[in-house]
Structures are given as C-alpha cells and as structure tokens.
C-alpha cells in the first residue's frame, strides 16, 4: 500500500464527494429530437421498401414476406421507442464536476464511469454545436489531453460551454510551469 | 523580430485562402464519397448503363458537384475567423457545425510552413500549429502574410525555450547551453553531414547472429505465416488429388523415392514448408536487426541496427511515457524479453525532417534482451523515480486483482457463442431441443474453455505500485507488464460495471499519452485511493512530463 508519510491518503481530496453537476435540462430533449429524426428517415426508407414489394407486382414475395415485415415492424417499433425513451434515463447518470485543478466527468448508467482530467495535462479546448444543438441552446465542449482522446462534455448550454471554455483556458495558463521564478532566462 | 501584428480583431485570412480550402474540400469529398462513385461506376457497368445516350444529364451532375465544391470552399472561406491575443490563437470556423478554437501559444510544439507556388509568388504562406492533442489538422491557417507566420514563430520558439529552461529536469539540463538541451538537436547536425554517429556512450545492449535466429523462431509473424498454410491447406483439398499425380510422378521419376510412401512425400513437403517458412523470418530479423545496437548518450537512448537499410531511432529519456516487457511462449522458452519504450504520441519533435535513416518520436524497441537488462533500463529511464518497481513478470512483488476476474472474463467470452448456440438450436431443432444433450455439451465445452482461459488470465494479471509510479501486468500464453510514472499520467477514469458494484469493484484506468493502462477488478477504495493519489501527483508535479 501507499507508505507516503508526507501526504496520508485520508488527507486527499476525494474525488467521489464533489457536487455533480447535472447536464442542461433540454439535453434529453435534445437527444430524443435527434432519435426522432432518425427514426423518422428510417421508418420513411422502410415504408417505400414496403410499398414497392407490396405493390411491385410481386405479390407472391409480399405473401412470403408478410410474417417477415410483420416482425420486423414490431421490432423496429419497440426498438425506436426504447431509443426515444433512453435519453431521458441516461442524461441523469451523466454529470460533470470542476476542482480547481482537474475537471471530472462521469457517466453510463449500468456500466458508470468516471473520468478525470487535471488541467495541467490539458493541451487545449473547443465548444462546438450542431443546428440541432443550437435549437436546443445547447453546445459541446471538448477539452484535449496530450496524446489523443478529446475529453468531450456533451449537451451544455451555450453559455455555461463558453464560461467553462474560458475557465478551463485560464486554468490551463495558471498551471504551466512558473518560468518568471529563480534563474530562468540565464541559460549558461 | 517580426513587426508586431494587431491584436484583439476577428480576421479573415487572405482570399487566396479559398484555394486552400477548395483543396481541402475535394480532399474531404474524394476520401469520403470515392467508394460510392466506384460502387455506382460497378453497378452502371452491370447494368450497362448506356452513359452516351444519357451523356447530358451525366454533365449537369458533374457541373452540379463542382458547384456545390466550389460554394463549399467559399463558405468554409468566409466563416474562418481568427483572432491574435498576446499569448494565444483563436480559430473559429464551420457554418454547418461551428467549431472554436484556442491555442495558446505555451501548448504549440512547433510551427510548420507550407508554400504552394501561388503562395510564393504572392509572399502568403499556410502555416499549421501543432499541438500535442489530437487536432493537429485543426490548427491551419491559410493563406496568412509571412510577417505573421515569422511573429508567430518567434512567439512560439521563445515560449518553447522559456518552458524548457523552467522546468526542472535536473540540474544537468540547467547547466548546459539551452541549443544543446532541445531534444534531437544534439544528434541532427552530426547527421546531417551524412555520417552516422559511432555508438559512444553506454552501450546497453548489443545482439549477436545468434540472436538473429531467436528473433526468428520467436516471430509472431511465422505462427500467422503457418496459420494461414494450414488453411490454405484446408481449401486446397479440392485439388488434393492433383497434388498427388504430381507427386506421384515426382516418386516414379526420383528412382529412390519409389519405395517411399505418399503419407511420407506429404511429411516432406510440410517439413519443407516450414523450413522456409522459419528461414524467410530468420532473414527478415537479420534484415532488421543485423548488428543492433542499443547504447545512450547524454540524455538520449540510441538504437541502431538492419543489415540493407539501417534504422537509427533516438528518444530522448523525458519523453518516455511507458515501459513495455512482454514474451510471448517461445521467448519464455528462451529466458528473453521484448522491451518497448513508448514516448508521448503525437507531439512532432522540432526539426524532425531530418536524414532518411533517422527517425525520432518513434517507440524504442529491443527484440530481445535478458531480464536483468530490462530492470537496467527501467532504472535509467526512470531514473531515481519509483525504484518500487519491476518489468519481470514472475517477480512476488505483484499483487492480485480481485477473484471475480474469472467470472468477468468468463462472461465475456462464453456468452455469445452460448447465446448463439441457444438460437440455433432452437431454430434448428425446436424448444424441446434447448433441453437435450447436444446443446448441454456445446454449454459445458464452453463454461470449460472460457473458465480455463478466465483462470489462466486472472493468474497472470496483477498490479504492483510504490509512491512513484505503477506496473500493471497481463498475459493468457505469453506475459506483459507495462510501467509508467504517475506524474506523466493525462486522466485517470474509474469504471464499474454491474457486477463489479455488486460484488464492491472497480476498473482503473489510466490514460497516457502513449496509451491506456489498466488495472481491471480491484477493491473499489483502491481505486479510489489510487485515482486520487494519481491526480495529486500529476497536479503537484513540477516536472514537465514531456
């Protein structure tokens, strides 16, 4: 185990009791306009594929595909509406919280996770938002570690995306190595 | 020094920078839709399309695709924005999906130029800021006056230096002259005057002919080779008889071979096959690795080695992220390992166009060396840094993870072919099925296999950690450990999957900018403990981890 004398593992700040922030409110709306859409494009290509073999002159292969497009029906129904019905449980489980030091993400509502980026490993920030994302009056925001992996905080709302942005901007230059101190400048 | 540029204002890059993003559209277009317009060029030749009747409509298409491009590019043009402040570059760009960017100038590792000969002609240059995160193609700016790219230049090499000289990498770095402590600089200018450097230094490991022949017969390479034989094999059945008349004149014309059987002439071939097989590796390692050398000198490791073209990679000793020790079956045979230095992924060493046969940022790899070799260099790259620590697989030192690992590799691995073997049968055979004994011995095959590999995997995985640093280790035939330092960690993630809440668990994972190491079913206030000690570590590290 830890055998660290000059910082006792009880005295850390515990990762696990930060107050979570939860995602902006219209986010399950957000994502669930996005299902719907979809699902929409879907149902309208699968509808013409229904049409043309129905009506195709090929009533024999619509009499054999009766059962099949029966069952497919179905499990399109059950799947779209499971798809619409998710967001709203998963948006709950997500959540972000900022320290002064590092930023924390968790997520995943059976398998959860939580991920945690110090900002003095952060090599720089982006929001971004979709047509759909701005309807909402929502924005993304990414934040790059070194060696890959965006960092990304989806279904913010567009401010708190540019205030957090900001933020994490201004921490990333308050953690850069001190350069004005002792002997730097002097290089020989 | 360049002319100071003006600060604060939201700009657009000159108009020659449409051309510029007229190249990067097509280039989007052709990498993304090339598959399509060949898929719909084959179903036009099946359908044999009569392209010349209908050659009107065809050019409408086309006139209308280059339109659309066309009005790509010009939009891309005018929604680029970007604004200088003192000590960073903001981009904004996008009119469909509207991206903001921030680089500040700390965070650039360097600065590259590029020039078109409209560019030259026009004094513009297209300038791309690389970061070490993933949006290297994302800090272009086209189409700018050189003044600014100059500006920018100096403003990011005096950043680079003045963060080189204030970070404490020992007092070594401190005291020497600041050209000298710019990583590769040291070695470049040697090289380019078309010799290479002898090995000075220490030399840490050097490979004999006789290792040549260990690396071969230890090739992954030739178990795939043979793999692919043995199916090749399999679909050649048809043509078996063919082979045989062959053969059997081969026998009537060798006047010795008479005697001999034809199970015997089809051993021969096999064994021949496999000689080649085990000479073409045994070749290919001399080929990369005749005379390799692995030495250090001044704060780099230097490895060179290859018989036509010879290969020099240098890393320089902060840059490394990872160490990695594995061996698979026929190298633990041998008592050798495979040793892996993984630096930081893409962060562009300044200056690294350098000769043909030097390669730097490039994972330091020795084919083959001895334990005790690896535990030297995991003391020089670590230097007085976690000495808790060991790479040698079969070291007590390693502490379990949880039991219940078994039953999460189990799951994983028996519960497709089980679940699929649970719908055949029921399509196949009926319900009643489900319940016989051909589907309870596919179960019981399965809870077998996947129980052996989920033990053998929990044997060998195991972690070990002192205040400095972590060695994770794995394996199901072969062994691996990696290690890393704590302060170079980039994010730690906590995971925990339903069983794992169940039963009080957790997954830590650790992102480095080399990779993930992971560290899977542990007590959950372990992984607690150590995601919150990393992060201390990492936030109080005055060190640079690069």
């Given amino acids: 185990m830890f055998a660290n004398d000059e910082v006792p593992t009880e005295s850390l700040p515990v990762a696990e009791r930060v107050d979570w922030q939860p995602l902006h409110p219209r986010f399950a709306q957000r994502l669930q306009a996005g299902v719907l859409l979809r699902v929409l494009v879907f149902a309208g290509v699968g509808a013409a594929l229904h049409y043309g073999v129905a009506t195709g002159g090929m009533a024999g292969l619509a009499r054999a595909a009766h059962l099949l497009s029966t069952t497919a029906w179905t499990v399109f129904g059950a799947l779209s509406l499971w798809a619409l019905a998710w967001p709203a449980i998963a948006v709950r489980f997500r959540g972000y919280a900022v320290r002064d030091r590092d930023i924390l993400y968790r997520s995943g509502v059976l398998w959860r996770s939580v991920r945690a980026v110090p900002f003095n490993r952060v090599q720089h920030t982006k929001t971004d938002s979709t047509p759909l994302d701005r309807r909402f009056g929502l924005a993304n925001l990414s934040i790059f570690p070194a060696g890959g992996g965006a960092h990304k905080i989806r279904g913010l709302g567009g401010e708190t995306a540019e205030r957090l942005r900001a933020f994490v901007s201004a921490r990333i230059e308050a953690e850069t190595p001190e350069t004005t101190d002792s002997d730097v400048g002097k290089p020989a | ?58 050019g409408w298409a086309v006139l209308l695709a280059v339109l659309a491009i066309g009005a790509a590019a010009l939009l891309r043009y005018w929604f680029f924005r970007y604004r200088l402040e003192e000590d960073r570059l903001l981009i ?23 020039r078109s000969l409209v560019d030259r002609v026009l004094g513009l240059v297209t300038v791309r800021l690389d970061t070490a995160g993933t949006a290297a193609a994302e800090g272009w700016l086209p189409a700018v006056r050189t003044e600014l790219a100059d500006w920018l230049r100096t403003r990011v090499d005096h950043g680079q230096r003045r963060r080189r000289l204030g970070d404490d990498d020992g007092e070594e770095r401190r005291r020497r002259p600041v050209d000298e402590a710019a ?39 030739a178990l795939v080779l043979a793999g ?35 199970a015997t002439a089809i051993v021969l071939v096999v064994f021949a096959t496999l000689l080649v097989l085990f000479l073409a590796v045994v070749i290919s390692a001399f080929l990369r690795y005749h005379n390799f050398t692995l030495w250090r000198r001044g704060t780099a490791f230097r490895s060179r080695g290859g018989l036509l073209t010879q290969k020099e990679v240098v890393v320089e000793t902060a840059k490394i992220q990872q160490l990695k020790l594995s061996r698979n079956l026929i190298q633990r045979w041998l008592g050798r390992y495979r040793f892996e230095a993984l630096p930081a992924g893409a962060i562009p060493v300044p200056g690294s166009v350098g000769p043909g046969n030097l390669e730097i940022a490039e994972n330091l790899t020795v084919p083959l060396l001895d334990g005790s070799v690896a535990e030297t260099m995991r003391s020089q790259v670590f230097g007085a840094e976690a000495t808790g620590l060991t790479l040698l697989p079969a070291s007590p030192a390693f502490k379990r993870v949880s039991p219940y690992y078994v039953r999460a590799v189990m799951l994983r691995t028996a519960a497709v072919p089980i679940l699929g073997g649970a719908v055949f049968t029921l399509g196949q055979w009926g319900p009643a099925a489900v319940a016989g004994l051909p589907f309870a011995g596919w179960c019981l095959l399965w809870l077998a296999l996947s129980g052996s590999i989920g033990l053998q995997s929990w044997r060998r995985r195991g972690y070990l950690h002192d205040d400095e640093g972590l060695a994770s280790r794995q394996g199901l035939v072969g062994n691996r450990v990696d290690a890393f330092l704590f302060r170079k960690v980039q994010g730690v993630t906590v995971k925990r999957s339903p069983l ?27 992984a607690a403990e ?7 570590k990492v936030e109080s590290s005055r060190l640079p981890w690069h």
């Fill in chain 2, 1 to 58: 020094m360049a002319s100071r540029p003006d600060f604060g204002v939201w700009r657009r890059t000159s108009p020659f920078a449409i051309a510029f993003f007229l190249g990067a559209t097509i280039k989007a277009v052709a990498g993304s839709y090339i598959q399509l317009v060949a898929s719909f060029g084959a179903i036009a030749y099946l359908t044999r399309f009569d392209f010349l009747s209908r050659g009107g409509s065809l």
């Fill in chain 2, 92 to 114: 904004r760009q996008g009119f469909v999906k509207r991206t903001a960017l921030d680089l500040p100038f700390d965070r650039v590792q360097g600065i590259n130029v590029e």
């Fill in chain 2, 183 to 221: 990583p590769g600089a040291a070695g470049i200018p040697e090289l380019q005057a078309g010799t290479l450097v002898p090995a000075t230094g220490r030399v840490l490991v050097r490979l004999t002919n006789g290792d040549m022949l260990r690396i071969g017969l230890a090739d992954r390479k």
């Fill in chain 2, 228 to 262: 692919a034989l043995a199916a090749l094999a399999q679909a050649a059945e048809p043509f078996e008889d063919a082979i045989l008349g062959v053969l059997g004149r081969l026998q009537t014309a060798v006047a010795d071979f008479g005697t001999y059987s034809q």
């Fill in chain 2, 500 to 526: 794992q809440r169940r039963k009080g668990l957790a997954t830590l994972e650790v992102h480095l900018s080399s990779g993930i190491v992971t560290v899977p079913c542990i007590a959950r206030e372990t």
């Fill in chain 2, 530 to 536: 150590l995601r919150d000690y990393i992060l201390y």
